[in-house]
C-alpha cells in the first residue's frame, strides 16, 4: 500500500519522502520518519504529546525542544505552513493533528520489466529550519559524495529561488549558477565547510568561516572527543542563512538537518552557537554504536 502525504509518497527504503510529480527525494531523519508515520497510522486523530515521545524516542532521553524541532522538519518537508497549518494541525493543550484530507491510500504499483528493482541510496536531507539533526558522507564513499552534492545542488537551487524570487537583485535563469565551493580549515579536522554560491550575486559578507571561527574550534573539539565528524553545507544571503548539517559518528550513523536562520547577520555570535548547540544535541541523541 502507498502513503501520500499532500503529493508526496511516503517511501520506508529511503527513509524520507518522493513527489510523485517531480520525483523528488527528500530524506528524513531517522526519528522524524517514526513520527511521520506514527501521525499516519493516526490521521484525523489527536496524538498526544506524550504519546508522540513515547513512540518516537522511546526510552531515550532527549531535549525539551525534540518534538518541536521534528514536527516542524515534518511540516517542512511536506510542504507545510507553520501558521497556517493544513497538513499537521497543533492543538493547544492536547497535541498534534494529521489532516486526514492530506491523505491518499493507494494500491502499490507492479514493477515493469524495464523499471530497476534497486536505485541508489540517496544521502538523507533533513528536515528542519529551527534546531537540527544532521550528518557526513563518508569521504572514503565518493559515490556517496556526488550524489549528497547534486541532491544539495537542486535544494540550494530552490532556496535560492526563494531568497530571489525575482526583481532587480534576481539573475536570469540562463545566466545564473550554482557551484560549490570548499572552505578548507585545517585546525578543524572534522569539519568540511561548503559554500553554495550562485554566479552573478555578491556573497563574500556571508562567509561561515569567518564569522563562526571561534564556535567552529568548539565544534571541532566536540566532534573529536564523540569521534565523530561535520559536514556542513551552506547558502548565505542578505536576510538568512541556509545550513545544512550531516553528522556522522563513529559507527557510521548519519544525521541530518535544514535550517534557515533569519537576520543571522544580527547576531552572527549566536549562529555559531545555534550550529554548536544543534551538533551537541545531535550527537547525545544519536544511538551509541552496537
Not at 535550517?259 to 544543534?278: F, N, P, Y
Request: aromatic letters at 6%; charged letters at 20%; glycine letters at 6%.
Amino acid at each position: 500500500m502507498q502513503i501520500i502525504v499532500n503529493n508526496w509518497k511516503v517511501e520506508p527504503s529511503l527513509n524520507g519522502l518522493v513527489h510523485r510529480e517531480t520525483g523528488e527525494i527528500r530524506r528524513l531523519g531517522e526519528f522524524h520518519f517514526i513520527m511521520l508515520e506514527t501521525l499516519v497510522n493516526h490521521a484525523g486523530e489527536v496524538v498526544s504529546r506524550d504519546f508522540l515521545m513515547s513512540e518516537v524516542w522511546k526510552n531515550r532521553v532527549v531535549g525539551n525542544n525534540s518534538l518541536l524541532t521534528a514536527v516542524y522538519a515534518l511540516r517542512v518537508a511536506l510542504g507545510d505552513d507553520g501558521r497556517v497549518q493544513e497538513i499537521i494541525k497543533t492543538i493547544p493543550k492536547k497535541g498534534y493533528l494529521l489532516n486526514k484530507d492530506f491523505v491518499v491510500l493507494l494500491p502499490d504499483e507492479p514493477l515493469s520489466a524495464s523499471q530497476p528493482l534497486t536505485q541508489p541510496d540517496p544521502e538523507p536531507v533533513a528536515d528542519v529550519t529551527d534546531a537540527p539533526p544532521a550528518s557526513a558522507p563518508a569521504p572514503r564513499n565518493k559515490h556517496r559524495l556526488i550524489v549528497l552534492a547534486a541532491l544539495l545542488l537542486l535544494i540550494g537551487c530552490g532556496l535560492i529561488w526563494l531568497i530571489y524570487p525575482g526583481g532587480q537583485n534576481s539573475a536570469p535563469l540562463a545566466t545564473s549558477r550554482l557551484s560549490i565551493k570548499e572552505e578548507l580549515s585545517p585546525q578543524n579536522d572534522k569539519i568540511k565547510l561548503f559554500r553554495l554560491h550562485r554566479t552573478g550575486v555578491n556573497t563574500s559578507g556571508a562567509v561561515l568561516s569567518s564569522h563562526i571561527a571561534e564556535s567552529l574550534e568548539g565544534i571541532n573539539m566536540l566532534l573529536t572527543a564523540h569521534k565523530a565528524t561535520l559536514t556542513i553545507y551552506y547558502y548565505g544571503a542578505v536576510q538568512k542563512m541556509s545550513v545544512i548539517l550531516l553528522v556522522q559518528n563513529q559507527c557510521g550513523k548519519e544525521y541530518q538537518l535544514l535550517m534557515e536562520i533569519r537576520s543571522w547577520q544580527q547576531d552572527v555570535k549566536k549562529l555559531g552557537q545555534l550550529i554548536h548547540k544543534e551538533t551537541e544535541r545531535t550527537l547525545n541523541e544519536m544511538p551509541a554504536c552496537s
